[in-house]
């Protein structure tokens, strides 16, 4: 029998188990969580746009945006308001329901979240949901976000609390879940996971899992992202995940948070149609859509369009989302 339950107590060990098992079942398991919970045919599409890009100061590892590798991104002020709107205004048009705004700050100053404020308040008029990355977030500044009327706020644990510390050391696990702790504390939604592919163990991959199911609250948003090798990064080189073991992450992460949309996010560009597919029939239910992620490419729209047409998926619309909020 398939556990479905809404847990918050996962052991590493029960985990494991579920990595463990032979591909078939756990896959066969998560599609029949999956569709308990959502059309197994719908995928809901988020296009980003990096509204402030380089010049950051910490070291995270992976990162093209962080100032002290040369990876040739170079920073950039944040962006005026109007070309913010007319990105969000093309996007929608292509068919997305979700715009997410990242910058390449450690944090927001609150000069800088006043500017923010304004591209959510314009995004949201154009019926689009709002998400902004703007890293580590004080409460007050998550209650403003709220107030001003934002939907989702990501903020990535990035890996297991053990291997945190290979990947960043300019800021602490302990911090990024404080500062899920304030987005979650002024009622907005989570969008929280992290990055598979950085030479982490699958007790690492478990081990991120874990602290993202055990949260409070299940995050509503789970981007998995295989790792975008950039030149000049730290982890440029490092041994590429065999994709069989990023799809059983999608499916691992499908069992453990049945009711969370789960994204298959960054890294498209390195998997072939077949193993994007098979990350659906695995329970993923959302993508990143649009050319390009923040700095590094992402699949062409008319691509991901055949793919879906293919496969015989559609694009999550405004009427899915507002019948999904009416039910909660
Ligand atoms: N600066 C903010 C922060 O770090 O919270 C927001 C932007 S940051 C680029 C958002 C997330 O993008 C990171 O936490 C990481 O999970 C993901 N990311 C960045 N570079 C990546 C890469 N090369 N491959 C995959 N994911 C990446
Ligand atoms: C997330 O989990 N992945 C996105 C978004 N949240 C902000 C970012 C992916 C970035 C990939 C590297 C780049 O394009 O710079
Ligand atoms: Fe800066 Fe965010 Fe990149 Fe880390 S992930 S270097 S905080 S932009």
């Known amino acids: 029998m398939i556990d479905t339950a809404i847990r918050h107590d996962w052991t590493i060990d029960q985990i494991k188990a579920l990595y463990d098992l032979p591909f078939n079942d756990l896959l066969f398991q998560a599609q029949s969580v999956h569709r308990r919970h ?14 402030k890009t380089g010049g950051c100061a910490e070291d995270c590892a992976y990162c093209p945006q962080a100032s002290r590798f040369d990876t040739g991104v170079d920073a950039g002020k944040l962006l005026p308001l109007e070309e913010v709107l007319a990105d969000a205004r093309q996007a929608r048009d292509a068919g997305a329901s979700r715009y997410c705004m990242g910058a390449a700050w450690r944090s927001p100053k609150d000069k800088d979240l006043d500017k923010v404020i304004d591209m959510v308040r314009g995004v949201r008029a154009m019926g689009l949901e709002t998400c902004v990355t703007l890293g580590m977030l004080k409460a007050e500044q998550a209650r403003r976000l709220k107030d001003a009327g934002l939907d989702y706020y990501n903020h990535n644990i990035d890996t297991s609390e053990e291997f945190y510390g290979e990947i960043i050391t300019t800021r602490c696990y302990e911090d990024r879940l404080e500062t899920l702790e304030h987005v979650r504390d002024a009622g ?31 995050p509503e948003s789970v981007p998995i992202n295989m790792l975008v090798q950039v030149e000049g990064t730290p982890l440029f080189g490092a041994e590429a995940l065999d994709h069989f073991e990023f799809v059983r992450t999608i499916a691992v992460a499908r069992l453990m948070m049945p009711e969370s949309f789960v994204r298959l996010s960054a890294g498209r560009e390195t998997m072939d149609d077949a193993v994007q597919a098979l990350c659906f029939l695995a329970g993923a239910n959302s993508i990143f859509y649009g050319e390009k992620l923040l700095t590094t490419p992402n699949p062409e729209n008319n691509r991901d369009a055949r793919l879906f047409d293919r496969l015989g998926i559609q694009p999550l619309g405004a009427e899915d989302l507002a019948a999904r909020h009416a039910a909660e």
């Open 38 to 51: 959502f059309d197994p045919n719908k995928v809901q599409l988020s296009t980003l746009l990096s509204i």
């Open 188 to 218: 907005l939604s989570v969008c929280c996971g992290g990055i598979v592919g950085m030479g982490e163990s699958r007790d690492d991959r478990a081990g991120m899992l874990m602290t993202l199911a055990n949260l409070p609250k299940h």
